[in-house]
């Protein structure tokens, strides 16, 4: 049986009349509360300590990669090459097979 995970509460919420500092976030906000476990708040905070941002501005430039990749469609160059490599294969040890008879003499 697995063991309970612990988990955190996270309150995110941004109040620009208090200046949040990022104008992309100065806009309506919601306050929200995110259950995560320990070890990911954990992360959170240290990554943005590390980087000089809030855990919301963290979460809030990640959502907002996610938003533009949502509509993202590949080129029709990499569309065409797709899938070429049956997955039955390890393509890196391949590229060294490759390498090795490459420069073997």
């Known amino acids: 049986m697995h063991e309970p995970v612990p988990y955190n509460i996270v309150v995110i919420a941004?109040?620009?009349?208090?200046?949040g500092g990022d104008?992309?976030?100065e806009q309506e906000t919601t306050?929200?509360?995110?259950?995560?476990?320990k070890?990911?708040?954990e992360f959170a905070k240290a990554y943005a300590k590390a980087h000089g941002m809030s855990v919301t501005e963290v979460i809030d430039r990640h959502l907002r990669r996610l938003r533009a990749l949502e509509g993202h469609v590949p080129s029709?160059?990499?569309e065409a090459i797709t899938g070429l490599i049956p997955p039955d294969v390890d393509p890196v040890k391949v590229y060294h097979d490759h390498l090795h008879h490459k420069h073997q003499s």
């Not at 941004?14 to 200046?19: D, K, L, N, V, Y």
């Not at 306050?31 to 476990?37: A, D, E, I, N, Y």
């Open 39 to 41: 070890q990911d708040v």
């Open 14 to 19: 941004i109040h620009p009349e208090r200046g």
């Open 76 to 78: 029709a160059e990499l």
């Open 31 to 37: 306050k929200v509360t995110v259950r995560l476990p």
């Open 23 to 25: 104008a992309r976030m």
